[in-house]
């Protein structure tokens, strides 16, 4: 796969073999993710605050049983799309879409955090997004046309995160979204980069922000 010329579109994979929404709801200890907003309220949230909510707390002690799910989906389903070992995020960014709220506090370019070339995004949603829940996107870099791309439990969003513009609106479903968003590298084109992460400060390396999938 050519990711200089890779076209936004969704990959599905099988929830019964990967239930890793399943898993956050149980993190959670709730019946539907998507009524998480019934237990806390939160002013619009900022791009300096967008990491910090009680969401946020409690889907990152999440056990082994989400990241050996998450590492067998890399190895079973993402890495045959490229056809090479990836270099992958090691631990995927949550959010939440409360209703009412956004999930990032900025419409951005990842290039503009110092993500590096080369990076691929996927976007894996644990609750259906639609319409003014799920990412926003622009179809080609500098268009600036954003829209909605419909996402149900089950399948993820591939995209260019580094180049094309991307963001959320304020959610007026009425449901929340909580999701997921991690990046690969294949590892021909992959290369460490000092540069940290706005968030958690990890550098963009093998070790720090991301992992090797062929190391296990
Ligand atoms: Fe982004």
Request: hydrophobic residues 35%.
């Amino acid at each position: 796969m050519k990711t200089e010329s890779l076209q936004t579109h969704l990959v599905d994979y099988d929830l019964e073999r990967y239930p890793l929404p399943e898993i956050v709801r149980w993190q959670f200890g709730v019946d539907e993710l998507d009524e998480i907003h019934t237990s806390a309220d939160y002013p619009l949230l900022t791009r300096e605050n967008d990491q910090k909510t009680v969401f946020h707390e409690r889907f990152y002690v999440i056990g082994d049983e989400f990241f050996d799910t998450y590492h067998r989906l890399l190895v079973e389903v993402v890495q045959p799309l490229f056809g090479e070992n990836l270099i992958y995020q090691r631990v995927p960014t949550f959010r939440v879409h409360l209703p009412g709220n956004v999930a990032v506090g900025e419409m951005h370019r990842d290039r503009d955090y110092s993500h590096g070339q080369g990076e691929v995004n996927l976007w894996l949603p644990f609750t259906r997004a639609w319409d003014t829940n799920t990412v926003w996107i622009e179809s080609s870099e500098g268009s600036n046309d954003v829209r909605p791309y419909a996402c149900d439990v089950g399948q993820m969003l591939m995209f260019d995160g580094v180049n094309l513009l991307h963001g959320n609106v304020k959610n007026e479903t009425g449901k929340t979204r909580v999701s997921v968003d991690f990046r690969v590298i294949p590892e021909s084109q992959y290369v460490a980069r000092e540069a940290a992460t706005i968030n958690t400060k990890l550098s963009f390396t093998v070790g720090g922000y991301f992992a090797d999938l062929a190391a296990g």
